[in-house]
Structure formats: C-alpha cells, structure tokens
C-alpha cells in the first residue's frame, strides 16, 4: 500500500511537470517609452498579435509602453541584463554604443522617411543594424517615426528666435551640438519627464515628432510648435543577443517573419498617424502651428548644419555621402 501510494505520488509529479513543461511558453518582454497610438506602440502590438496567432500556446509577448516597465536611461541595460528581451529605442539613443548612428541625427540631411527608408535598406544601412550584436545588441529592423518639430513657449521664425532658450534633447551629442550652434541651451533628458518639465518650465521648448507631441500632449504646455522638418525620429528594434541567438528553431523563423510582417505594417501607417496628429493638434487650438518661409528655412538649415564638421571623422564619409545619395529616388 505503502509502495503504490508512493508511487502514485511519483507519477502525479512526473505529470505535473511534464505538462508544465509542456505548457511554458517562451516569453518576449517589449518594452517601449511612447503610447500605443504611435508608429511604435502599433508596431510592437502587431509585433505581439502575429506571433501568438501563429505560434499559439508557444510564444508570449508582453508589451510595455509608456516607460511603464523601464524608461530610457533604463532599458538598454535591462535589454543586456535579460529583464526584457526586445526594445526599440530611437536611434538618437544608440550613441554610447556606436558612433555610427549618429548619422541619423545629423540635422537637414534626409529630406523626408523616404530617403531615410531608402537609406535603411540600403548597404550601409544594413550593416548599421547588425554593427552592435557583439554588443549585446542585435538589430532585428528599422521602425519609422516621422520628422521633428520645434516646439517653444515663443514663436521660432528665424534661429535667432532659439537663442538663450533651453531645450530637452534626446541623449544624443549631435543634438547638443546642433543647438549649441543656435545658441541655445540643449538639456539631455528621459522621454518620460519632458511633459512635466515643459509644464513647470525646466526647458522652454523640445523637438519632436507629430504624434510624439500630440500622443504626450506636449502642446498642450507649448504655445508654438515651427514646422522645421529638421530632423528625424527613427528606431532600431534590437533584441537581445544571447536570448536571439538561442531561440529554439522550431519558433525563431516563425518570429522572424512576424517581426519583418510587423515592420512593414508599422512603417507603412507611420506618416499617416504623423499627419493625423499634426491636423489633431491644429484642431485642439492648444498650440499654433507656424510654417516657414522658404528663407526662413534656409536659415534653419544654415544654422544647424555646421555641426556636420564636428561628426563627419566618427561618422565616416562613406555613410555621410550614402545617406546624401539616398535623397535621390533611384
Ligand atoms: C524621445 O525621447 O523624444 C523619443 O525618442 C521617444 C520615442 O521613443 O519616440
């Protein structure tokens, strides 16, 4: 009796784990700083619908916006410690670990995402992606915000209007410098506290994307936002290396295609959300909208692209004058 109550025992547990290793499915934490009516938020949680459609029961992917999980100065090393497995900071953010992506930064050299995306899947853009896995890092694709604005507390016609005013700036040092050169005062700063530092007065203004300012409701703490299309605000998705590395075959194809789906899914519809935030922050009559005149524009250009002098020895030539070729179509 004694004998089969124990063996009863052994086989109730032999079960019980072999179902719960049956049913542990792989976890992939996404975590992201931007709200989930972005270019981004849309992507990571069309990222999670096709993976688990299509790898029921086997893969999971918890998405976290919002800076809910890590902020900015906190999940690149999460990524690295393993406590989430992808994210996709802005490629402003990437400085620390290559100089190379600051290209992407430079002020005035694409002249809309459809250079950028020519850029991107080019050569040079294809070997940037990878250039960090021996880091830690493994670029998985390149995820489209949109363009930058100015936005301030005073009108910004000319660049003389930005100076002595301070700005919240990405950690990026060729955001430093391109307001340096405008003589402003540019304040490295976690996405997550720009509202509330723009509300309290902490910066005057910062540069963004339509649908990052209309989705933080930072013109709602702005009176002025210039349309200046000076820059970009892209993304790299980069996994983990080790945890990428070591996906079971039976799933990582699976991943793979969800993720290059999910890519062209979040790129495609990035503009339009730009273009509807852009009209949605017009309507609010928050914040007004002023459009440069073709001098006026050419004096911003003036202004900031000195800083290319500054960056071209780490950059590299050779990026610089691909990025340049990518505003022809081909
Ligand atoms: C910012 O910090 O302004 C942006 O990089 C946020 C984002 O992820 O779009």
Same mark, same amino acid.
């Given at each position: 009796?004694?004998?089969?109550?124990?063996?009863?025992?052994?086989?109730?547990?032999?079960?019980?784990?072999?179902?719960?290793?049956?049913?542990?499915?792989?976890?992939?934490?996404?975590?992201?700083?931007?709200?989930?009516?972005?270019?981004?938020?849309?992507?990571?949680?069309?990222?999670?619908?096709?993976?688990?459609?299509?790898?029921?029961?086997?893969?999971?992917?918890?998405?976290?916006?919002?800076?809910?999980?890590?902020?900015?100065?906190?999940?690149?090393?999460?990524?690295?410690?393993?406590?989430?497995?992808?994210?996709?900071?802005?490629?402003?953010?990437?400085?620390?670990?290559?100089?190379?992506?600051?290209?992407?930064?430079?002020?005035?050299?694409?002249?809309?995402?459809?250079?950028?995306?020519?850029?991107?899947?080019?050569?040079?853009?294809?070997?940037?992606?990878?250039?960090?896995?021996?880091?830690?890092?493994?670029?998985?694709?390149?995820?489209?915000?949109?363009?930058?604005?100015?936005?301030?507390?005073?009108?910004?016609?000319?660049?003389?209007?930005?100076?002595?005013?301070?700005?919240?700036?990405?950690?990026?040092?060729?955001?430093?410098?391109?307001?340096?050169?405008?003589?402003?005062?540019?304040?490295?700063?976690?996405?997550?506290?720009?509202?509330?530092?723009?509300?309290?007065?902490?910066?005057?203004?910062?540069?963004?994307?339509?649908?990052?300012?209309?989705?933080?409701?930072?013109?709602?703490?702005?009176?002025?936002?210039?349309?200046?299309?000076?820059?970009?605000? %892209?993304?790299? !998705?980069? =996994? *983990?290396?080790?945890?990428? +590395?070591?996906?079971?075959? &039976?799933? /990582?194809?699976?991943?793979?295609?969800?993720?290059? %789906?999910?890519? !062209?899914? =979040? *790129?495609?519809?990035?503009? +339009?959300?730009?273009?509807? &935030?852009? /009209?949605?922050?017009?309507?609010?009559?928050?914040?007004?909208?002023?459009?440069?005149?073709?001098?006026?524009?050419?004096?911003?250009?003036?202004?900031?692209?000195?800083?290319?002098?500054?960056?071209?020895?780490?950059?590299?030539?050779?990026?610089?004058?691909?990025?340049?070729?990518?505003?022809?179509?081909?």
């Amino acid at each position: 009796m004694r004998y089969a109550i124990a063996m009863m025992a052994v086989l109730a547990v032999g079960a019980v784990s072999g179902t719960a290793l049956a049913a542990d499915p792989i976890k992939i934490k996404f975590s992201h700083v931007v709200a989930d009516a972005t270019p981004k938020g849309k992507g990571a949680l069309e990222f999670k619908r096709l993976v688990e459609e299509r790898l029921r029961g086997k893969v999971v992917v918890e998405v976290y916006p919002n800076s809910q999980l890590f902020g900015d100065a906190k999940e690149m090393e999460a990524l690295l410690l393993g406590d989430v497995q992808i994210i996709a900071p802005s490629l402003s953010k990437f400085d620390k670990f290559t100089k190379k992506l600051q290209v992407f930064d430079l002020p005035f050299l694409f002249d809309d995402i459809n250079a950028i995306d020519r850029f991107q899947k080019g050569k040079k853009g294809q070997e940037l992606l990878g250039s960090m896995k021996s880091k830690g890092y493994t670029g998985l694709a390149y995820w489209h915000n949109g363009m930058k604005q100015l936005s301030a507390n005073k009108a910004l016609r000319m660049p003389e209007d930005a100076k002595g005013l301070k700005f919240r700036i990405q950690s990026s040092n060729v955001l430093l410098a391109q307001f340096q050169a405008l003589g402003a005062n540019p304040q490295k700063m976690a996405f997550a506290e720009v509202y509330q530092a723009l509300q309290t007065g902490t910066v005057d203004g910062q540069e963004n994307t339509w649908s990052n300012i209309y989705s933080q409701k930072f013109h709602e703490a702005q009176k002025y936002i210039t349309e200046t299309n000076h820059g970009v605000i %892209d993304y790299m !998705v980069v =996994a *983990n290396t080790k945890f990428w +590395d070591g996906l079971p075959k &039976d799933v /990582k194809p699976t991943i793979e295609k969800a993720m290059a %789906d999910a890519t !062209v899914y =979040a *790129n495609k519809l990035a503009e +339009d959300i730009n273009q509807q &935030d852009k /009209k949605r922050i017009m309507d609010s009559g928050k914040s007004e909208i002023i459009t440069l005149k073709k001098d006026q524009a050419a004096a911003w250009r003036k202004a900031m692209t000195p800083v290319y002098k500054q960056f071209e020895p780490d950059i590299g030539k050779d990026l610089l004058d691909a990025a340049l070729a990518s505003n022809k179509a081909s």
